[in-house]
């Protein structure tokens, strides 16, 4: 049930601590991560493979694309992402000892299972599965399987399975960065421990995100900025206010604004980036320039030492610092609550948005 709260995807969003925290349980060691957390071959299987082919529809693709920021960093390992309904009907080239990974909640995605059954008989090295749904299909026919355990998802809004592929995403990195004996921060792995608090924190900014979504309710359109791992974030982020406040929403990496969707800027656009502080933060503040340049409304969510600050025409609400590695995770957090309070304001059904259903069991 909804409990206390007025929906599910609320409830769902509230639960992330919990779940994230559920999906690290038992999963981690002293030295890192337990890599037969994926089954008994895996580390022989993790050492074998020389690339990875992630396959995923929806949010689901999104957590695929930011693996792949964190795979070919702190692994050194090549990875392609791709939707399911392309990759099936490709004539795909897979290369000597390639790692298939599909990404779903409900393990009952139409394409996605379309698109494993299609590489059974491609020649890679094994599949494994990260999803939500034990005994699924797409888990029973899978190799490997990595359950993500975020529990039942009822809002059409993907949130919880989300984050909670990402961190299964990042136990991947770190059991793939250890099957090939590379070395990575040990500050990631404390700072995974620390990630249900964090996220807790973040919660606690509800009152204020609920009120810059006032902001938001009367538009017709809006553009989410990010670079390198957070541009995912951004789609993701984009793809929340599409669906279910029916708010047009687009996201671009920063660097592409001026590629063309900058002469979409005007005072009616409101513009939705995120600014953790990485090596790009000084490029992504030279983007949010381009964009005060030309009228646009920021909301810049940032890290607390970030040195953007709260302008006329620039809404700034700080996050707590954490580990570059893991601030995909989140800064998803305030782009989930930011479109559920739009879509709460415009009188939306949240939980079941129109035209859309829970799982896509047909093509
Ligand atoms: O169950 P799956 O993860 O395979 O579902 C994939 C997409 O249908 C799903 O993520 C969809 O994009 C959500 N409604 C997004 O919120």
Not at 119 to 124: C, F, L, V
Not at 241 to 270: C, F, N, Q, R, T
Request: with cysteine; aromatic share 6%; glycine share 6%.
């Amino acid at each position: 049930s909804k409990g206390e709260y007025r929906h599910y995807m609320l409830k769902e969003i509230y639960e992330q601590p919990t779940v994230i925290a559920a999906a690290l349980e038992g999963r981690l060691g002293e030295e890192g991560v337990l890599v037969e957390s994926f089954g008994p071959e895996a580390a022989a299987l993790l050492q074998q493979a020389r690339q990875i082919h992630i396959v995923a529809c929806g949010t689901s693709y999104h957590a695929g694309l930011v693996a792949r920021y964190w795979l070919e960093r702190y692994a050194g390992i090549p990875v392609q992402v791709e939707v399911a309904s392309e990759y099936r009907y490709r004539d795909v080239v897979v290369p000597e000892e390639t790692l298939l990974v599909t990404l779903s909640q409900s393990g009952e995605t139409a394409d996605t299972l379309a698109a494993l059954r299609f590489a059974q008989n491609k020649g890679y090295l094994s599949s494994l599965a990260i999803c939500n749904v034990p005994g699924s299909s797409l888990v029973r026919e899978s190799d490997l399987c990595l359950m993500t355990r975020a529990g039942p998802e009822i809002g059409v809004a993907s949130t919880k399975a989300f984050t909670t592929q990402l961190v299964a995403l990042m136990l991947l990195t770190l059991a793939t960065a250890r099957a090939k004996s590379r070395s990575v921060d040990p500050a990631i792995l404390s700072a995974l421990r620390k990630l249900p608090d964090l996220c807790r924190q973040v919660l606690g900014l509800d009152r204020e995100i609920e009120a810059l979504s006032q902001a938001f309710a009367e538009k017709q359109h809006a553009l989410f900025l990010g670079r390198g791992a957070h541009f995912p974030i951004a789609l993701e982020g984009a793809l929340k206010l599409k669906e279910i406040s029916y708010i047009h929403a687009e996201a671009y990496p920063a660097g592409e604004l001026k590629h063309g969707p900058l002469a979409l800027v005007d005072s009616e656009m409101p513009v939705i980036s995120i600014a953790p502080n990485d090596d790009l933060l000084g490029k992504l503040k030279s983007n949010l320039q381009e964009v005060r340049a030309r009228g646009g409304q920021l909301f810049v969510f940032a890290d607390e030492g970030v040195g953007i600050d709260e302008q006329e025409d620039t809404r700034v609400l700080h996050l707590p610092h954490i580990h570059e590695a893991l601030a995909p995770l989140l800064y998803t957090l305030p782009l989930q609550l930011l479109s559920y309070h739009v879509a709460v304001l415009k009188g939306t059904d949240v939980d079941q948005p129109r035209n859309l259903a829970k799982s896509v069991t047909v093509e």
